[in-house]
């Protein structure tokens, strides 16, 4: 097994870049395994062997979607979260999870504290998501999201997050906004 030299993620066998950053795998360094990596354990996931079949959304246009949630006095904005959760479950293939409408709802009648702990939760299951795919995770992600939605940024708790669903949507080949 190969590991990325610039992000340490799995390249599947005969790749020629990485599928998480897009580094060149080199000829020498494809064959080599890298130690550290080596005793690297990856977190276990509810759907870890799941095959990852096709999305049903693309990619975002973050930047729009931050100018119409300020425009529309944060009206987007709830439409932007409600997909972001929808879109989030679909990656990690957690059907069953809590859906946008019902996270909303339940951040409404709590006053914003379900949306902290969503917030949390959102950076596991993107790191669910990516590694599905073998693509880089990283697992401070949902303290990040934690802690940006405590201190009143959580557009851009939404915007990283939509980043990340972003680069699966183009890891299926969904064109960018």
Request: with cysteine.
């Amino acid at each position: 097994m190969a590991f990325c030299t610039k992000c340490g993620a799995n390249i599947p066998e005969g790749s020629n870049f990485c599928t998480s950053c897009g580094e060149p795998v080199s000829a020498q360094g494809a064959g080599q395994e890298n130690n550290q990596q080596q005793n690297y354990q990856q977190p276990v996931y509810a759907n870890q062997g799941a095959p990852v079949g096709p999305i049903s959304f693309g990619q975002r246009n973050i930047a729009v979607a931050i100018i119409l949630s300020i425009v529309t006095c944060g009206i987007y904005g709830i439409y932007w979260l409600i997909k972001i959760v929808d879109e989030l479950n679909e990656a990690s293939g957690n059907m069953n999870g809590t859906s946008g409408g019902m996270v909303f709802l339940l951040s409404l009648i709590t006053c914003g504290i379900y949306g902290l702990y969503w917030f949390y939760k959102a950076g596991e299951m993107v790191n669910q998501a990516k590694y599905r795919r073998n693509m880089y995770t990283d697992s401070s992600s949902g303290i990040v999201y934690l802690l940006l939605g405590i201190f009143g940024l959580g557009i851009i708790a939404y915007a990283l997050i939509q980043n990340e669903l972003n680069k699966i949507a183009a890891f299926h080949g969904a064109p960018a906004a």
